[in-house]
């Protein structure tokens, strides 16, 4: 079936580095959406991207759809102790985009 | 208060009970999902309403678990016959067409079958 595969699975970094999760899928993918999860909360959304290729700017994140729009990723810039979190992918299926697959998601910590 | 709510937050019960939870999705959202999360893991989807209809489940449900949508605003998940393996938070979500799937999710019920 379809996979969504997100990795790290962890990240460790001191505070003011900058942290990147990347996103995989064996299938196309009609858009993917990015959400964090801050320690026993529930998720928010973060950012939609819908074309080939397009990369979104939230202050220090920077979001990317890759060409194929297969993979995608998330860079922080400058981490910050409010970063903490775990930050899913969760990608739409051509012909069925109500129904997200979700990757495992990746766990930030930051050290202040 | 406007955003999703569900009911109860938490929810301890013993092998073999049933349970029901209660979600209030944000009231001009058409759609409303439940899914489930487990420690260390994404949210897995168990199934989907457009407004009163629920237009999709999960293949990987067990027929224990049963959910309503009945006027298509609150919605409520029932577990018969709880297992242990139901462990987990579950979590309700709400969105609209025009919000092109963008969910916005509830604090979850997390329930602990002993």
């Known amino acids: 079936g379809q996979q969504v595969m997100q990795i790290p699975q962890y990240q460790h970094v001191q505070e003011g580095e900058d942290f990147t999760t990347y996103c995989n899928s064996s299938?196309?993918?009609?858009?993917i959406q990015w959400y964090k999860q801050r320690p026993g909360g529930h998720p928010v959304f973060l950012i939609q991207?819908?074309?080939s290729g397009e990369v979104k700017k939230q202050k220090r994140l920077t979001f990317q759809f890759g060409e194929a729009k297969k993979n995608s990723s998330l860079h922080i810039t400058a981490t910050q102790t409010t970063d903490v979190g775990t930050y899913f992918c969760a990608g739409g299926q051509a012909g069925n985009n109500r129904k997200l697959i979700w990757g495992l998601g990746t766990s930030l910590a930051v050290n202040p | 208060d406007t955003g999703v709510s569900q009911d109860p937050r938490h929810k301890i019960t013993k092998r073999g009970q049933n349970v029901t939870f209660r979600c209030d999705p944000i009231?001009?959202?058409?759609?409303l999902y439940w899914y489930r999360q487990t420690l260390g893991q994404g949210p897995e989807f168990l199934t989907y309403f457009q407004n009163e209809a629920q237009l999709e489940k999960s293949r990987l449900l067990s027929d224990r678990f049963s959910a309503e949508r009945p006027k298509g605003s609150f919605s409520t998940l029932e577990i018969q016959r709880t297992e242990q393996g139901d462990s987990a938070m579950y979590l309700c979500?709400?969105?609209?067409?025009?919000?092109?799937?963008?969910?916005?999710f509830g604090s979850g019920t997390q329930l602990s079958v002993l």
């Open positions: 299938t196309t993918l009609s858009n």
């Open positions: 991207l819908v074309k």
């Open positions: 009231s001009e959202h058409n759609r």
């Open positions: 979500a709400s969105t609209s067409q025009s919000l092109l799937e963008k969910l916005f």
